[in-house]
């Protein structure tokens, strides 16, 4: 594990919890499932060239305990996470999101898109193509779920592990209410209407795909690569699932590294 630095954001009453590591230029970081309980492996490498700056989701661990609730809209959420955003000073910065932290990391990009200066979007979600939605991860089991999300399911098991000493229940409610959030967000369908605004992002913007992904469609790539205005790149990453930063976590931090240059 790296050596992190860890503080507290307070907006409106809720403390979110800030992770930042490495020197270089500054890096926002929106996790994905389950939000980060460790730090992983991925944010090792990306924080010896970057500043990686990680704020903590509402609901998710470290994330303004049930923040969450008070969230009825997708405008709730994109109004809290773009505060977030400001209060880490990531403003007109370069953003990376994963999972359902790409879906607001490119909505806050295309809701106010002076503020991002490139966009790294990991597996994203936000849109749903009818008939043909994404995987459903509230229909699965706990067990099974890692092995939804990863092509090597024991990597997101490692890191969901409970550390030594910490207490049983507080750990299974930090788990519940993660996934009460991000069900919260993005239940049944996936649609946060991002779909609707993916044409207002102008930066230049990384896609990057598990090339096993179970949760997106293949259908759903091209929607991601020629929806922006802006110059989009994209890359598949072989032996990694919807979770590319657990499975493959050196090859996607190099893409990364590639692409912000």
């Known amino acids: 594990m790296s050596a992190f630095e860890e503080t507290s954001l307070s907006i409106n009453g809720a403390d979110f919890r800030v992770w930042t590591a490495g020197t270089g230029p500054k890096l926002g970081v929106l996790a994905g499932f389950g939000g980060l309980l460790q730090w ?9 060239t970057r500043t990686v700056i990680v704020p903590s989701l509402p609901g998710f661990p470290g994330g303004g305990g049930r923040a969450h609730v008070d969230l009825d809209s997708v405008l709730d959420w994109l109004l809290l996470v773009r505060e977030i955003l400001n209060g880490c000073a990531l403003t007109g910065e370069d953003l990376l999101g994963i999972s359902l932290g790409a879906a607001l990391a490119g909505d806050v990009t295309a809701v106010w898109p002076h503020k991002t200066k490139r966009l790294v ?23 099974d779920l890692p092995a939804l999300l990863c092509s090597n399911p024991q990597t997101l098991e490692a890191h969901q592990k409970m550390p030594e000493g910490g207490d049983d229940l507080e750990w299974e409610v930090s788990q519940i209410r993660a996934n009460e959030a991000a069900a919260r967000l993005l239940w049944p369908t996936g649609d946060t209407g991002l779909g609707k605004r993916i044409g207002r992002i102008f930066c230049d913007t990384l896609i990057v795909w598990g090339a096993e992904d179970k949760v997106v469609p293949p259908d759903y790539h091209p929607i991601y690569k020629n929806g922006p205005k802006g110059t989009v790149s994209e890359r598949m ?25």
Do not use: Y
């Open 40 to 48: 992983p492996p991925f944010l090792v490498r990306l924080a010896k």
């Open 237 to 261: 990453i072989e032996g990694a699932g919807h979770q590319v930063d657990f499975d493959r976590p050196e090859q996607l931090a190099n893409a990364i590294n590639e692409f912000l240059g």
């Open 121 to 143: 979007l990991v597996s994203p979600l936000g849109i749903c193509i009818d008939g043909n939605p994404m995987a459903d991860p509230w229909g699965v089991t706990p067990q």
